[in-house]
């Protein structure tokens, strides 16, 4: 075979497979934003071979605990409520210590200091960002982050106590 050829032909594959691979994220971000407009911080997601891990880095919140969920809408107006519910599409009970194991959308809860500042790390196995077998962030309709004025208590339904909407970023690829 000629040497020329087989090198546009690597060339080609080389192209192909890379052009491939860019079209679907494996890293997306929220800008998290409060109920007065302003950017309290972000949250990254990263896939991995398993799930997503979430990274959380805000200010500004209410010291203390607060629900942090995956809503099924990448909006976040108006008061937030364009988010929808949690991303549940087995329509299972909310609650990570439910007899369930909660849905899509649950997190374990974000704590604040005593200066509003709040980094965590969450990793789950229950969302992707690009589907597969489980719910996509960033599919047609995207996802948005909500974060809750309380503490998730895990088990009552709908959110778990979680109380009003506070801060909500729209979940992208990047």
Do not use: W
């Not at 799930?51 to 203390?64: A, C, N, Y």
């Not at 809750?148 to 208590?153: A, G, K, L």
């Not at 709908?158 to 729209?170: E, F, K, N, T």
Request: charged fraction near 15%; charge should be negative; aromatic fraction near 4%.
């Amino acid at each position: 075979m000629d040497t020329r050829l087989l090198h546009r032909a690597i060339s080609a594959l080389v192209f192909l497979a890379m052009a491939s691979g860019a079209s679907a994220a494996d890293t997306a971000t929220a800008r998290i934003i409060s109920t007065e407009g302003l950017v309290i911080g972000t949250v990254t997601f990263q896939q991995a071979p398993t799930g997503v891990l979430v990274s959380v880095d805000v200010k500004e919140l209410p010291p203390g605990g607060h629900g942090i969920h995956l809503h099924a809408v990448g909006s976040c107006s108006p008061d937030f409520k364009a988010s929808g519910g949690h991303i549940n599409p087995d329509d299972v009970p909310h609650g990570l210590l439910g007899p369930g194991g909660g849905d899509s959308g649950d997190l374990p809860n974000l704590y604040a200091a005593a200066d509003g500042s709040a980094r965590a790390e969450f990793f789950t196995t229950r969302v992707s960002l690009n589907g597969g077998d489980l719910p996509a962030l960033l599919d047609a309709d995207g996802s948005a982050v909500i974060i809750h004025d309380s503490p998730d208590d895990h088990m009552t339904q709908p959110i778990g106590g979680a109380g009003g909407r506070i801060a909500c970023g729209v979940i992208e690829g990047m």
